[in-house]
């Protein structure tokens, strides 16, 4: 009776060893995956543009988004789907999967930008094979609905992607200029919002409203706020939040659902891990119809001022025409006081 209790617990105590073992490989490739940096572009490079979420049924956005690069100096190519159509996304869930995985595939391809966001590319989260986007980094850039990419890329293999404007956006001297400055000329680049006054005595617009002053340092990671509790509780969501500078953007949200939203991130304990806090623009977020409604400064202000954090809000970010490109997973100081922030290393190689 006494050797059965000494090899029972052998046995449990092998055991307990075994899954201690096994969690800490499972938190060590969850939270501790190196960096990687994409290759900087440089005249006479291919771009990439693959359509992962929604269709677009004109023909002269396409035309557009392939001026813009080219007067970059780039070559483009279109992905083989870019222009199918399936219900309202562009093309089956297969085919757009088919489309990016290809384009990291490609030699040819030295960078890939999505042609529009709106809805879809969760969908094909589980069919991205992310052991070739390991093993052929490129740049990849889109906003909103590409939000969801740009979390399970870095969540699955800690690829540097970049939360900027997608092909069909307003290419003007604003977004141009940080594209240039982050993918071409390797800058650790400085963000602050435009300081025009135009006629008036003060700064009307695009102002920034400081929430907790201070200064903090921690890798920038964020993206569209819908898009991004939309994938809480899949392998795709980033698990390690701890001293991240979360940044958010969305649009055309009723405050209440922002509310919720935000919720679910204090909830599933987010808030509590990052050291730093940019909300950017909420366009056309207005209160739903009934007997009153919060204020978006006050749901902001309800969650994010008792962590005591520097934190600010109305940066370049999201659905407007002056579009700043953050790079996710590199570190930065922002300071909440002044509205900016401060790459401390190149997001490209």
């Known amino acids: 009776m006494q050797r059965r209790k000494f090899v029972q617990n052998i046995g449990l105590s092998g055991l307990a060893l075994s899954l201690s073992s096994f969690s800490e490989k499972n938190q060590s490739q969850s939270f501790f995956k190196e960096n990687i ?41 279109f992905g083989e789907f870019a222009k199918s159509r399936y219900g309202h996304l562009a093309g089956t ?34 069919k991205i094979n992310y052991d070739l986007i390991t093993k052929n980094p490129k740049i990849f850039i889109g906003y909103s609905d590409i939000t969801a990419l740009h979390s399970a890329i870095y969540q699955k293999t800690g690829l540097t992607t970049f939360h900027g404007p997608i092909a069909v956006s307003t290419w003007n001297s604003f977004s141009t200029k ?8 390797k800058k650790a680049v400085f963000y602050e919002n435009p ?32 898009v991004l509790t939309g994938i809480m509780g899949s392998p795709y969501f980033p698990e390690n939040w701890q001293g991240k500078i979360l940044y958010l953007e969305d649009v055309g949200e009723q405050i209440y659902a922002v509310d919720r939203m935000m919720s679910q991130l204090y909830l599933g304990g987010v808030f509590e891990q990052i ?38 809000s109305g940066a370049m970010i999201g ?31």
């Not at 543009?49 to 813009?68: C, L, R």
């Not at 297969?94 to 969760?122: C, H, Q, T, V, Y």
């Not at 009307?204 to 964020?222: V, Y």
């Not at 623009?281 to 001022?305: A, F, Q």
């Open 275 to 312: 050291s730093g806090f940019i909300f950017g623009k909420c366009t056309n977020c207005k209160p739903g119809s009934g007997y009153g409604s919060l204020s978006l400064e006050e749901v902001i202000d309800y969650y994010i001022k008792p962590l005591g954090i520097p934190a600010y």
């Open 195 to 226: 300081k025009d006054k135009g006629d008036e005595l003060t700064q009307t617009k695009n102002r920034i409203r400081t929430i907790t002053p201070g200064k903090t340092s921690g890798e920038l990671l964020g993206g569209n706020l819908s």
């Open 178 to 185: 940080y594209l240039k400055e982050l993918l071409f000329e």
């Open 37 to 77: 940096r994409p290759k900087a572009l440089k005249e006479g490079d291919t771009i990439g543009i693959v359509s992962p979420s929604s269709a677009i049924f004109e023909t002269e956005p396409y035309e557009i988004a392939k001026e813009s690069f080219e007067a970059l100096g780039l070559k483009v190519k």
């Open 93 to 126: 869930d297969k085919e757009r999967a088919e489309e990016f995985n290809a384009m990291f595939r490609n030699p040819e391809i030295d960078a890939i930008i999505a042609l529009r966001g709106g809805s879809g590319a969760a969908r094909i989260l589980d």
């Open 319 to 349: 659905h407007v025409d002056n579009n700043a490109m953050l790079p996710n997973g590199i570190k930065a100081e922002i300071d909440a006081d002044t509205g900016t922030i401060q790459l401390q290393n190149p997001a490209v190689r």
